[in-house]
């Protein structure tokens, strides 16, 4: 009954490679997001999809492309991995309605190790 | 701009000691939201709670309370008789309309909370 969900758990990979991550959520969320904590445990967001339509994009490289094939899923895709990549990326999602009790409060999945080598 | 400091970047109790963490928030809305998130060890991010400006009143869930008081910009939580399993890292975060919406959480550094035996 997992309610976010990422896969894979770890990630391990030679520098200039393609890569991707999966998430899914179950709970019938309309937002979803993307967000990658650096070794010191800093977490920021990258990317945030309302409905399959981009709404928050930080000042991540172009190398990073998210997809959302519908309101379920969000996919973190990479491009030609750096060293500086290394990081934990968590997906999140929330309910989006203003005003209902639960808004905004968003819900993480277990996160990705991802190593660059 | 918006800003979340936690000052504290590591405490170390005993167990059976209350700890406060504290959170001191900077923001240029009139509404915003404020969060507390736990990431154990294990790694995951575990939404505590969600407070809105509007809504000052104190919040107590067994061990845990809330304190916000928009007159000093903070927003600290209590854990009363601490447990080992309380060891976690603690993050505050802020989201507001001017910040790139309230969907868009700013988090702090985050305090780590070691509780020993």
């Known amino acids: 009954d997992t309610a976010v969900s990422q896969t894979p758990k770890y990630l391990v990979t030679q520098m200039g490679n393609d890569k991707s991550i999966k998430c899914e959520q179950n709970?019938?969320?309309?937002?979803m997001y993307w967000y990658k904590q650096d070794s010191k445990k800093f977490l920021k967001i990258m990317f945030s999809y309302n409905n399959k339509e981009l709404i928050i994009n930080e000042t991540v490289p172009n190398r990073f492309s998210p997809k959302s094939p519908d309101k379920a899923h969000l996919n973190l895709h990479i491009n030609s991995l750096e060293l500086g990549d290394s990081a934990v990326y968590f997906c999140?999602?929330?309910?989006?309605?203003?005003?209902?009790?639960?808004?905004?409060?968003?819900?993480f999945g277990p996160g990705t190790r991802l190593t660059v080598l | 701009a918006q800003k979340v400091t936690q000052a504290q970047t590591e405490i170390s109790v005993v167990e059976k000691e209350d700890v406060t963490l504290d959170c001191v928030y900077e923001t240029r809305d009139t509404t915003y939201y404020l969060f507390w998130y736990k990431q154990p060890p294990s790694g995951e991010l575990v939404f505590l709670i969600r407070?809105?400006?509007?809504?000052?009143q104190n919040e107590i869930s067994g061990r845990y309370s809330w304190n916000f008081q928009k007159s000093t910009s903070s927003f600290n939580f209590t854990i009363t008789a601490s447990q080992v399993v309380d060891s976690a890292v603690y993050f505050c975060?802020?989201?507001?309309?001017?910040?790139?919406?309230?969907?868009?959480?700013?988090f702090g550094a985050g305090t780590r909370l070691a509780v020993h035996p």
């Open positions: 407070r809105n400006s509007f809504d000052e």
């Open positions: 709970l019938g969320h309309d937002t």
């Open positions: 975060a802020l989201s507001g309309l001017f910040s790139g919406g309230y969907n868009k959480l700013i």
């Open positions: 999140a999602s929330s309910q989006g309605v203003a005003g209902s009790s639960s808004y905004n409060e968003q819900f």
